[in-house]
């Protein structure tokens, strides 16, 4: 099994940046990516960014420029900075860690940004 928490959440004017932390604790050793995603009120949850083996990096087309996914899968820990913050940036973002392919998922972290 394997745990995941994040923090880093908060309430931020639009413009404005955030940096959200994930760990990932448990049977790490097979984890072989790391990610963030997000998910709005009404709206499905999807991938904001994502982190693989050998530090390759994955980004949603919405959030390229903006936001920079940092951290490695050996130190089980993931970063999200994110800058020049959009209220539709708005959501309940969420760290995944993939564990011999299968998810597990944080409780989540509400980033609200404001108009």
């Known amino acids: 099994q394997v745990q995941v928490a994040e923090s880093g959440g908060g309430l931020v004017q639009s413009g404005g940046s955030l940096r959200l932390s994930c760990a990932a604790s448990?049977?790490?050793?097979?984890?072989?990516?790391m990610g963030w995603y997000r998910q709005a009120p009404g709206k499905k949850r999807e991938l904001v960014a994502e982190i693989g083996t050998g530090g390759i990096t994955t980004y949603d087309d919405s959030v390229k420029g903006r936001f920079t996914i940092s951290g490695d899968i050996a130190g089980n820990t993931v970063y999200l900075q994110m800058n020049k913050l959009k209220p539709e940036d708005t959501a309940l973002y969420y760290c995944?860690?993939?564990?011999?392919?299968?998810?597990?998922w944080g409780q989540g972290t509400q980033v609200t940004v404001a108009s």
């Open positions: 995944k860690a993939a564990w011999l392919g299968y998810p597990f």
């Open positions: 448990g049977k790490v050793s097979s984890i072989d990516a």
